[in-house]
């Protein structure tokens, strides 16, 4: 028998503009939030053969099963996964869309909403919400922290006006990117290492020490993969791979661990407990900055933008 073949995404995306309602959308929101057709039903506040319904028209529609059904309700699928996530950004886009309509009909300025990575939210806008605020009383964030994925698939959906993040490596048609942080990856260790005490290092110099690492897509970790490749070195890994700041700071109480880290993320640690070992990496990573839509230069995200990049400026 012949494999089916698989619907075009043209076919799908015409099927969906004309078929699918908000309603389904909650309906995924919730039900992937749930995981339980009732209670999902109960958090939309429609009953639950309304439920069963509509969820048979949205797998319908995409031919394939977003939930599957258990003893204890409802396990999602990865085609369910992939529609829950742009579900969810929709319902924001058109939370967007009605905070907007109502500040222009109470003559109000809208609240710009951000979202922002954790880097750029401890190295631009911790340091200088302060000085906005002061600035532009009226002005009025809402800011969301999450990954790069979430950030700019969020962006392109309209469910953030802006989204500070590292320089992507190609910015999407109709954005603009501006850098506001330049950085680099540098090489910390507890005050307890042994290394801290010397005045210059090489790698082969730490070939004792275990190293904290992120993942392997981080660019910290391509740096640190092409530096050691170069002078043929076989690093010790720890068992635990981070970047987050604060479980950075509880694995450097271990003598004999070594992180490498952005720049923007050793300014966020107490530098009473850790020291940046003098390593000549001459390792830059991509800036932090704003990304935005192009069409979206209008109201008061020129404003944010213009005050982020003359900050920028000040800082050595």
Known sequence: MAADIPTPSSVLHERLLARLRLRHLKLIDALA?????RRAAEAIHISQPA???????????????L?????RGMRITEAGRLLALH????????????????ALAAQETRALRIGAIEAAIASVLQPALNLLHAKHPKLRLFIEEGNIERLTIGLRAGAFDAVLLRQPARVPDAHRFV???????VVIAGIGHPAVQRKRLRLR????????????HFAVRQVMEAAWAAERIVPRPHAIQVLTPQLVRALLSQ???????????LDQLDRSA?????????????????????????GPLPLLVDFLVAQAKKKP
């Open 33 to 37: 939030a749930h995981s339980h057709l």
């Open 179 to 185: 850098p506001l942080r330049s950085d680099e990856v």
């Open 67 to 71: 939930f599957e059904r258990h003893a």
């Open 205 to 216: 110099d730490l070939a004792d020490s275990r190293w904290v690492l992120p993942p392997a």
């Open 51 to 65: 439920a069963t319904q509509m969820l048979q028209e949205v797998e319908g529609l995409l031919d394939t099963p």
């Open 255 to 265: 003598p004999d661990v070594v992180v490498p880290v952005p720049r923007t993320v």
């Open 87 to 102: 579900a969810r950004m929709v319902i924001d886009a058109m939370q967007v869309a009605s905070d907007g309509l109502a």
């Open 274 to 298: 850790v020291a940046e070992l003098p390593l000549r990496m001459n390792a830059p990573i991509a800036p932090l900055g704003i990304l935005y839509r192009t069409d979206n230069e209008v």
